[in-house]
């Protein structure tokens, strides 16, 4: 998979938008980008995906720069129950459907 | 959205006895089918790719004759732990992969906890 950068930790205030950033400057021009969100003790769940145009969804924004090389997903309006481990995930090759995880970011909804 | 389930949710054996998980896609067919497993504070690991009908291909140093993947069916994947020992209790997670979605759909997770 194309290797993905993202910042460890970030906290948010709950009510406030979230914007979670990832770096994937090795990306290539047939590759998708995935994010995914793991609250505790939980499996994973989607959140979206995109591949140059932004994206939204009813969870989330998707904005991917022009040159594909990060991208950000932005929760309009976190709750508590946002707070969860986001990953960004571009897999390899075209059709490729294989989810290398990285460490993700922790996010932590504030009251 | 696609809803995965898995049975058990938890579990506690002993150690040298086998354990079997299983992984249901409910509301879709799955060609495609990924175990995957999370130890403590740690990212999830893929285990093993299994399609319908064929052999399951594992991960580097992923033992595939004591992790036994079974994947008989559209909607049903098996992954059974055999000879378990503690070192194999983790968080045990499937996905499952259909026809037309471009997202892997996941499980809620088993514990599996080996005495």
């Known amino acids: 998979d194309a290797k993905t950068t993202q910042p460890p930790s970030m906290d948010c205030a709950e009510g406030r938008a979230a914007n979670l950033p990832c770096n994937h400057s090795?990306?290539?021009?047939?590759?998708?980008v995935y994010w995914y969100r793991q609250i505790h003790s939980q499996g994973p769940q989607y959140i979206i995906h995109g591949l140059k145009n932004n994206e939204t969804n009813e969870m989330a924004s998707l904005i991917i720069t022009e040159d594909r090389k990060s991208s950000t997903l932005i929760l309009p309006h976190a709750t508590l129950r946002d707070t969860a481990v986001y990953y960004c995930?571009?897999?390899?090759?075209?059709?490729?459907?294989?989810?290398?995880f990285g460490k993700g970011t922790k996010l932590s909804v504030i009251p | 959205g696609a809803v995965v389930s898995q049975h058990p949710s938890w579990v506690i054996c002993k150690s040298g006895t086998s354990v079997k998980i299983e992984c249901r896609s409910l509301?879709?067919?799955?060609?495609?089918m990924f175990w995957y497993r999370q130890f403590p504070k740690q990212s999830l690991m893929l285990m093993a790719t299994s399609n319908e009908g064929s052999k399951a291909t594992y991960e580097q140093g992923v033992e595939k004759d004591k992790f036994l993947i079974n994947h008989a069916s559209l909607t049903l994947s098996t992954l059974t732990v055999t000879s378990a020992h503690p070192e194999d209790s983790s968080f045990y997670i499937c996905?499952?992969?259909?026809?037309?979605?471009?997202?892997?759909?996941f499980g809620p997770g088993t514990r599996l906890t080996v005495l």
């Open positions: 995930i571009v897999p390899s090759g075209a059709g490729s459907y294989q989810l290398t």
């Open positions: 509301d879709f067919q799955a060609t495609t």
């Open positions: 090795t990306i290539s021009g047939n590759e998708y």
């Open positions: 996905s499952a992969l259909g026809p037309g979605y471009n997202e892997q759909f």
